[in-house]
Protein backbone atom coordinates (compact mmCIF):
# COMPACT_ATOMS: atom_id res chain seq x y z
CA UNK A 1 0.00 0.00 0.00
CA UNK A 2 1.32 3.72 -1.07
CA UNK A 3 1.99 6.14 1.92
CA UNK A 4 1.56 9.15 2.52
CA UNK A 5 4.73 10.79 1.74
CA UNK A 6 5.33 8.62 -1.59
CA UNK A 7 5.82 10.99 -4.69
CA UNK A 8 4.83 13.64 -5.38
CA UNK A 9 1.30 15.44 -5.90
CA UNK A 10 1.96 16.27 -9.07
CA UNK A 11 0.96 14.73 -12.54
CA UNK A 12 3.43 13.87 -15.67
CA UNK A 13 0.87 14.87 -17.69
CA UNK A 14 0.49 19.09 -18.13
CA UNK A 15 -2.83 20.80 -17.42
CA UNK A 16 -3.60 21.24 -21.29
CA UNK A 17 -2.73 17.72 -22.19
CA UNK A 18 -5.52 16.77 -19.41
CA UNK A 19 -8.01 19.69 -20.67
CA UNK A 20 -7.60 18.12 -24.04
CA UNK A 21 -8.50 14.48 -22.66
CA UNK A 22 -11.33 15.52 -21.00
CA UNK A 23 -12.43 17.06 -23.73
CA UNK A 24 -12.00 14.15 -26.15
CA UNK A 25 -13.29 11.94 -23.77
CA UNK A 26 -16.61 13.90 -22.72
CA UNK A 27 -17.51 13.96 -26.45
CA UNK A 28 -16.76 10.13 -26.74
CA UNK A 29 -19.17 9.11 -24.02
CA UNK A 30 -21.72 11.46 -25.21
CA UNK A 31 -21.59 9.78 -28.74
CA UNK A 32 -21.34 6.21 -27.33
CA UNK A 33 -18.32 5.66 -28.74
CA UNK A 34 -15.44 5.75 -25.76
CA UNK A 35 -13.35 2.44 -25.97
CA UNK A 36 -13.95 1.09 -22.46
CA UNK A 37 -11.97 -2.31 -23.22
CA UNK A 38 -8.84 -0.14 -23.66
CA UNK A 39 -6.58 -0.62 -20.50
CA UNK A 40 -4.09 2.08 -21.74
CA UNK A 41 -6.88 4.71 -22.05
CA UNK A 42 -8.42 4.08 -18.94
CA UNK A 43 -4.81 3.96 -16.85
CA UNK A 44 -4.55 7.47 -18.85
CA UNK A 45 -7.80 8.65 -16.84
CA UNK A 46 -6.81 7.45 -14.02
CA UNK A 47 -3.24 9.52 -14.03
CA UNK A 48 -5.95 12.76 -15.04
CA UNK A 49 -6.69 11.87 -11.31
CA UNK A 50 -3.18 13.48 -10.55
CA UNK A 51 -4.35 17.26 -11.58
CA UNK A 52 -3.70 19.93 -9.40
CA UNK A 53 -6.89 21.72 -10.15
CA UNK A 54 -9.72 20.52 -7.94
CA UNK A 55 -12.51 21.05 -10.91
CA UNK A 56 -10.58 18.93 -13.39
CA UNK A 57 -10.06 15.97 -11.02
CA UNK A 58 -13.23 16.15 -10.63
CA UNK A 59 -13.95 15.81 -14.15
CA UNK A 60 -11.46 13.14 -14.82
CA UNK A 61 -13.44 10.74 -11.83
CA UNK A 62 -16.52 12.30 -13.25
CA UNK A 63 -15.73 10.28 -16.92
CA UNK A 64 -14.20 7.45 -15.15
CA UNK A 65 -18.07 7.51 -13.05
CA UNK A 66 -19.69 7.25 -16.36
CA UNK A 67 -17.65 4.52 -17.76
CA UNK A 68 -18.62 2.42 -14.75
CA UNK A 69 -17.27 -0.26 -13.55
CA UNK A 70 -14.72 -1.44 -16.36
CA UNK A 71 -12.25 1.52 -14.95
CA UNK A 72 -12.96 -0.12 -11.63
CA UNK A 73 -9.57 -2.61 -11.89
CA UNK A 74 -7.37 0.37 -12.81
CA UNK A 75 -8.98 2.82 -9.75
CA UNK A 76 -7.65 -0.11 -7.80
CA UNK A 77 -4.78 -0.07 -9.16
CA UNK A 78 -4.35 3.21 -8.38
CA UNK A 79 -5.05 2.97 -5.31
CA UNK A 80 -3.06 0.35 -3.38
CA UNK A 81 0.16 1.64 -5.68
CA UNK A 82 0.46 5.29 -6.87
CA UNK A 83 2.66 6.90 -5.58
CA UNK A 84 0.80 10.13 -6.29
CA UNK A 85 -1.49 10.79 -2.54
CA UNK A 86 -3.60 13.11 -4.75
CA UNK A 87 -4.37 10.06 -7.34
CA UNK A 88 -5.10 7.88 -4.47
CA UNK A 89 -7.81 10.59 -2.82
CA UNK A 90 -9.39 11.02 -6.02
CA UNK A 91 -9.42 6.72 -6.93
CA UNK A 92 -11.10 6.18 -3.33
CA UNK A 93 -13.81 9.12 -4.11
CA UNK A 94 -14.06 7.63 -7.38
CA UNK A 95 -15.34 4.23 -6.00
CA UNK A 96 -18.48 6.13 -4.57
CA UNK A 97 -19.80 7.23 -7.20
CA UNK A 98 -19.25 3.57 -8.95
CA UNK A 99 -20.01 0.99 -6.24
CA UNK A 100 -18.18 -1.67 -7.43
CA UNK A 101 -18.53 -4.85 -4.80
CA UNK A 102 -15.63 -6.49 -5.94
CA UNK A 103 -13.38 -3.60 -4.95
CA UNK A 104 -14.72 -3.63 -1.35
CA UNK A 105 -11.49 -5.75 -0.09
CA UNK A 106 -9.12 -2.67 -2.02
CA UNK A 107 -11.13 -0.04 0.18
CA UNK A 108 -10.51 -2.04 3.13
CA UNK A 109 -6.96 -2.10 2.36
CA UNK A 110 -6.80 1.48 1.98
CA UNK A 111 -9.01 2.60 4.82
CA UNK A 112 -6.78 0.44 7.03
CA UNK A 113 -2.84 0.34 5.49
CA UNK A 114 -3.16 3.79 3.98
CA UNK A 115 -0.61 6.10 5.40
CA UNK A 116 -2.94 8.85 4.55
CA UNK A 117 -6.41 9.90 6.17
CA UNK A 118 -8.11 11.63 3.61
CA UNK A 119 -7.79 8.37 1.62
CA UNK A 120 -8.61 6.54 4.56
CA UNK A 121 -11.61 8.31 5.09
CA UNK A 122 -12.86 8.31 1.55
CA UNK A 123 -12.37 4.32 1.09
CA UNK A 124 -14.71 4.45 4.36
CA UNK A 125 -17.32 6.81 2.50
CA UNK A 126 -16.47 4.35 -0.08
CA UNK A 127 -17.41 1.39 1.66
CA UNK A 128 -20.23 3.28 3.32
CA UNK A 129 -21.98 3.88 -0.41
CA UNK A 130 -21.95 -0.29 -1.38
CA UNK A 131 -24.20 -0.54 2.41
CA UNK A 132 -24.95 -3.85 3.88
CA UNK A 133 -22.48 -6.08 1.88
CA UNK A 134 -19.59 -4.57 3.22
CA UNK A 135 -20.65 -4.75 7.02
CA UNK A 136 -18.49 -8.34 7.53
CA UNK A 137 -15.62 -6.61 6.76
CA UNK A 138 -16.68 -3.23 8.25
CA UNK A 139 -17.05 -5.81 11.87
CA UNK A 140 -14.06 -7.53 11.25
CA UNK A 141 -12.10 -3.90 11.24
CA UNK A 142 -13.40 -3.15 14.61
CA UNK A 143 -12.70 -6.87 16.01
CA UNK A 144 -8.82 -6.54 14.83
CA UNK A 145 -6.85 -5.44 17.86
CA UNK A 146 -3.79 -5.16 15.18
CA UNK A 147 -6.12 -1.98 13.65
CA UNK A 148 -5.99 2.15 15.10
CA UNK A 149 -8.63 3.80 17.05
CA UNK A 150 -8.73 6.40 13.68
CA UNK A 151 -9.14 3.04 11.45
CA UNK A 152 -12.33 1.81 14.06
CA UNK A 153 -13.62 4.77 14.30
CA UNK A 154 -14.06 5.00 10.13
CA UNK A 155 -15.35 1.54 10.36
CA UNK A 156 -17.75 2.46 13.38
CA UNK A 157 -19.05 5.71 11.03
CA UNK A 158 -19.39 3.23 7.81
CA UNK A 159 -21.56 0.88 9.76
CA UNK A 160 -23.83 3.69 11.19
CA UNK A 161 -23.94 5.45 7.54
CA UNK A 162 -25.02 2.10 6.25
CA UNK A 163 -27.62 1.95 8.91
CA UNK A 164 -31.15 0.59 8.15
CA UNK A 165 -29.78 -1.10 4.69
CA UNK A 166 -27.77 -3.85 7.01
CA UNK A 167 -30.36 -4.41 9.16
CA UNK A 168 -30.38 -8.00 8.97
CA UNK A 169 -26.40 -8.26 9.31
CA UNK A 170 -25.95 -5.76 12.19
CA UNK A 171 -28.26 -7.29 14.61
CA UNK A 172 -26.11 -10.91 15.12
CA UNK A 173 -22.98 -8.66 16.13
CA UNK A 174 -25.11 -7.12 19.04
CA UNK A 175 -23.79 -10.66 20.68
CA UNK A 176 -19.78 -9.78 20.09
CA UNK A 177 -17.98 -10.15 23.19
CA UNK A 178 -16.08 -6.77 22.07
CA UNK A 179 -17.61 -3.42 23.18
CA UNK A 180 -15.90 -1.45 20.28
CA UNK A 181 -18.15 -3.48 18.09
CA UNK A 182 -21.52 -3.49 20.16
CA UNK A 183 -20.78 0.01 20.55
CA UNK A 184 -21.00 0.93 16.22
CA UNK A 185 -23.79 -1.67 16.42
CA UNK A 186 -25.82 0.55 18.38
CA UNK A 187 -25.19 3.91 16.59
CA UNK A 188 -25.77 2.16 13.63
CA UNK A 189 -29.62 1.08 15.17
CA UNK A 190 -30.00 4.09 15.90
CA UNK A 191 -30.04 5.25 12.61
CA UNK A 192 -32.01 2.73 11.56
CA UNK A 193 -34.93 2.86 13.60
CA UNK A 194 -34.98 7.15 12.91
CA UNK A 195 -35.21 5.59 9.08
CA UNK A 196 -37.71 3.12 9.18
CA UNK A 197 -39.56 3.02 12.58
CA UNK A 198 -37.94 -0.79 13.30
CA UNK A 199 -39.38 -1.90 16.68
CA UNK A 200 -36.87 -5.09 17.03
CA UNK A 201 -34.10 -2.63 16.76
CA UNK A 202 -35.65 -0.01 19.67
CA UNK A 203 -35.70 -3.42 21.35
CA UNK A 204 -32.21 -4.08 20.84
CA UNK A 205 -31.52 -0.25 22.06
CA UNK A 206 -33.28 -0.51 24.93
CA UNK A 207 -30.86 -3.70 25.95
CA UNK A 208 -27.87 -1.60 25.41
CA UNK A 209 -29.03 0.85 27.98
CA UNK A 210 -28.47 -2.47 30.12
CA UNK A 211 -24.91 -3.30 28.70
CA UNK A 212 -21.70 -3.96 30.92
CA UNK A 213 -19.74 -1.55 29.02
CA UNK A 214 -20.00 2.05 29.86
CA UNK A 215 -19.56 2.97 26.02
CA UNK A 216 -22.68 0.44 24.80
CA UNK A 217 -24.35 2.45 27.43
CA UNK A 218 -23.17 6.10 26.50
CA UNK A 219 -23.99 5.39 23.16
CA UNK A 220 -27.44 3.45 23.47
CA UNK A 221 -28.14 7.21 25.16
CA UNK A 222 -26.94 9.05 22.21
CA UNK A 223 -29.09 7.12 19.72
CA UNK A 224 -32.11 7.57 22.03
CA UNK A 225 -31.61 11.63 22.13
CA UNK A 226 -31.21 11.52 18.16
CA UNK A 227 -34.88 10.27 17.65
CA UNK A 228 -36.08 13.55 18.98
CA UNK A 229 -38.96 11.69 20.58
CA UNK A 230 -40.92 12.95 23.64
CA UNK A 231 -41.60 9.38 24.50
CA UNK A 232 -37.93 8.76 25.47
CA UNK A 233 -37.48 11.62 27.67
CA UNK A 234 -37.80 9.54 30.97
CA UNK A 235 -34.92 7.39 29.13
CA UNK A 236 -32.64 10.23 28.85
CA UNK A 237 -33.52 11.57 32.26
CA UNK A 238 -32.82 7.67 34.05
CA UNK A 239 -29.09 8.35 32.30
CA UNK A 240 -28.65 10.98 34.48
CA UNK A 241 -28.38 8.83 37.45
CA UNK A 242 -26.12 6.16 36.01
CA UNK A 243 -23.04 5.88 38.02
CA UNK A 244 -21.05 6.18 34.96
CA UNK A 245 -19.99 9.34 33.88
CA UNK A 246 -19.55 9.66 30.18
CA UNK A 247 -23.78 8.02 30.12
CA UNK A 248 -24.82 10.74 32.15
CA UNK A 249 -23.18 13.37 30.24
CA UNK A 250 -24.57 11.98 26.78
CA UNK A 251 -28.05 12.43 28.79
CA UNK A 252 -27.54 15.63 29.58
CA UNK A 253 -26.49 16.84 26.16
CA UNK A 254 -29.61 14.60 24.41
CA UNK A 255 -32.01 16.53 26.41
CA UNK A 256 -29.93 19.55 25.74
CA UNK A 257 -31.31 19.14 22.11
CA UNK A 258 -34.49 17.51 22.86
CA UNK A 259 -36.45 21.13 22.60
CA UNK A 260 -38.79 19.79 25.47
CA UNK A 261 -39.92 21.14 29.04
CA UNK A 262 -39.91 18.18 30.10
CA UNK A 263 -36.43 17.90 29.73
CA UNK A 264 -35.86 20.92 32.42
CA UNK A 265 -36.70 18.89 35.80
CA UNK A 266 -34.50 16.22 35.50
CA UNK A 267 -31.35 17.90 34.06
CA UNK A 268 -32.17 20.78 37.21
CA UNK A 269 -31.90 17.60 39.68
CA UNK A 270 -29.40 16.41 38.20
CA UNK A 271 -27.37 19.46 38.53
CA UNK A 272 -28.45 19.41 42.71
CA UNK A 273 -26.80 15.82 42.91
CA UNK A 274 -23.45 16.65 41.10
CA UNK A 275 -22.65 19.70 42.35
CA UNK A 276 -19.67 20.98 41.60
CA UNK A 277 -18.23 17.56 40.17
CA UNK A 278 -17.18 16.51 36.93
CA UNK A 279 -20.52 17.46 35.21
CA UNK A 280 -21.42 20.86 36.64
CA UNK A 281 -20.23 22.99 33.30
CA UNK A 282 -21.84 20.37 31.09
CA UNK A 283 -25.30 20.61 33.01
CA UNK A 284 -25.35 24.38 33.16
CA UNK A 285 -24.59 24.32 29.18
CA UNK A 286 -27.90 21.96 28.69
CA UNK A 287 -29.71 23.82 31.23
CA UNK A 288 -29.23 26.95 29.61
CA UNK A 289 -29.39 26.21 26.38
CA UNK A 290 -32.66 24.23 26.64
CA UNK A 291 -34.40 27.55 28.16
CA UNK A 292 -33.16 29.52 25.09
CA UNK A 293 -34.35 27.11 22.86
CA UNK A 294 -37.60 26.81 24.85
CA UNK A 295 -38.27 30.66 24.92
CA UNK A 296 -37.33 31.03 20.84
CA UNK A 297 -40.07 28.12 20.17
CA UNK A 298 -42.56 30.27 22.35
CA UNK A 299 -41.42 33.67 20.41
CA UNK A 300 -42.23 32.00 17.27
CA UNK A 301 -45.50 30.44 18.20
CA UNK A 302 -46.20 34.02 19.75
CA UNK A 303 -45.16 35.87 16.33
CA UNK A 304 -47.12 32.94 13.90
CA UNK A 305 -49.88 32.76 16.04
CA UNK A 306 -49.77 29.11 16.42
Known amino acids: MAGAGQG ?20 QLAAGTFPAEDGAALSRLVEGLGDQRGLVRFGFAERLAAIGLPAAPFLRHALRQHGNVAVRRAAAKTFTLIKDPESMVTLGEAMTRDLDPVVQGSAAGALAELGGVTIPLLLAILEDPQHSAFCKGLAAWALASIGARGAEQLRPAMESPLADVRAAVVGALGDQIQNSDDQEALTLLYQALEDPSEEVQAEAVTAFGKLQNSRFIPVLAASLKSPHLEVRKNGALALMKCNNGDGLPPLEMAQGREGNGPLAGVLQLAISQLRRSLETSREDQLRTGS
Open 8 to 27: SDTTMFSPEENDMLLSAVSA
